[in-house]
């Protein structure tokens, strides 16, 4: 484990926070500009997350603040740790990349803080990042060698062919990806998602997370992409990409995925969040649970719905289990109760009328405005937060998470 904190370190530390508050967005940007001299550095992350609109320096922002606020409570942290562990382990991050971020940090802080950043205050945070950063080594090399040894399990790397390309909607497509070599895969866990490493002629190296929407076979993933009109990746992949080509691929990873038990689920999902759900709903159909499921999915019309079959029918397989669709805006040809069952948007009050509150699990994957109604919803209903569970699309959103 690593060395404990001092006294002095932690009371500079915690009172930092006020200054971070008002210019932890400012350290964030100078700390990602000073990394990215180094290219390097740079394609090790997702630059969509990046740049005056990026969200990535926001959530680091909070991160970094909510650090220092509970720099003397670390165990509020364990939550956000897990899920930096877990995208680094995506993103292939390594104990020796760690001094590069020591150093663009610390320049950050003494640059944005000027004459506030005294030696003190410059020790005690130098001493704080090599704590935080030792925890989280320590918990990705642990991830990493859980991977690398279990069966189908690989680090770095590894070539896949896609084996098929399947159209979901008039924007969402499904990529189904085999090992190149012909060996096993590593079995995900029902939520979990791929970083592939994209190389596109004429950019720099891509990074992109994408959800497996298929419940673990051993054999290959599927992934399940919307075209975004402004999405260099997603654009590429639904252009460009045929079956029978190569992609570079890393491990299954996340700490969003499908906990085990009896209890009640209830499955949220708007627009391309759906591939979280399908994976669980698959899984729960595949060992014929028998806990009651409830998959709820909102989409605008019918043209921008994937996989409503798929999901009924696996829905009509559990002994308890139902599916209901929401469209905001029901095309002229839509039939109630066929291509939808409910017009408008997932609301709390139909989740407190339709869903067991006491007891069950809810998982919930969707845009930004979604997750905030329907976890509020849920909060303000009495569920505790140990039952809603939720991924991002992109940085985790500190706000949200707190």
Not at 213 to 240: N, Q
Not at 303 to 327: N, Y
Request: overall charge negative.
């Amino acid at each position: 484990m690593p060395r404990s904190l001092s006294e002095r370190t932690i009371a500079t530390v915690k009172a930092t926070a006020p200054a971070l508050a008002l210019h932890g967005l400012a350290v964030t940007r100078e700390m990602y500009a000073n990394m990215f001299r180094n290219p390097a550095i740079r394609d090790l992350f997702n630059q969509s997350h990046h740049g005056d609109n990026g969200s990535q320096p926001q959530a680091l922002a909070g991160a970094i603040l909510a650090y220092a606020q509970n720099i003397d409570n670390l165990e509020a942290l364990t939550g956000a740790v897990e899920r930096i562990a877990q995208k680094h382990v995506g993103l292939q991050i390594l104990p020796e990349h760690y001094p590069y971020v020591a150093d663009a940090l610390l320049a950050a802080i003494r640059t944005v803080l000027g004459d506030a950043a005294t030696d003190e205050i410059m020790d005690a945070w130098g001493e704080a990042y090599w704590f935080l950063a030792d925890v989280l080594i320590e918990r990705e090399q642990t991830i990493y060698k859980e991977i690398a040894g279990a069966t189908g399990g690989w680090n770095g790397w590894r070539d896949f062919v896609v084996a098929d390309i399947i159209r979901e909607s008039n924007i969402i497509n499904s990529f189904v990806l085999r090992p190149a070599d012909g060996g096993p895969v590593v079995r995900q866990k029902p939520g979990q998602y791929l970083t592939l490493w994209l190389s596109i002629p004429g950019q720099p190296p891509l990074k992109r997370n994408y959800t497996v929407s298929a419940a673990s076979d051993g054999a290959s993933y599927r992934i399940t992409v919307k075209r975004e009109p402004r999405g260099l990746a997603s654009r590429w992949l639904h252009d460009r990409v045929k079956v029978g080509d190569s992609l570079k691929v890393g491990a299954p990873a996340g700490d969003f995925y499908l906990q085990p038990g009896d209890s009640p689920v209830v499955l949220l999902s708007g627009g391309v969040g759906l591939t979280p759900m399908v994976a669980m709903l698959e899984s729960l159909a595949a060992e014929g649970a028998r806990r009651q499921v409830l998959f709820a999915h909102g989409a605008f019309d019918s043209s921008a719905q994937a996989m409503a079959a798929h999901v009924r029918e696996l829905a009509a397989r559990l002994p308890d289990g139902k599916a209901v669709f929401f469209h905001e805006a029901p095309s002229p040809a839509s039939t109630p109760g066929g291509d939808f069952d409910e017009e408008g948007v997932i609301s709390g009050d139909w989740l407190k009328r339709q869903t067991p509150v006491a007891e069950a699990d809810y998982y919930i994957c969707g845009p930004r405005p979604m997750l905030r109604d329907i976890i509020a919803a849920l909060v303000a209903a009495g569920v505790p937060a140990g039952r809603i569970h939720y991924e991002f699309f992109g940085p985790a959103d500190e706000a949200l998470a707190a």
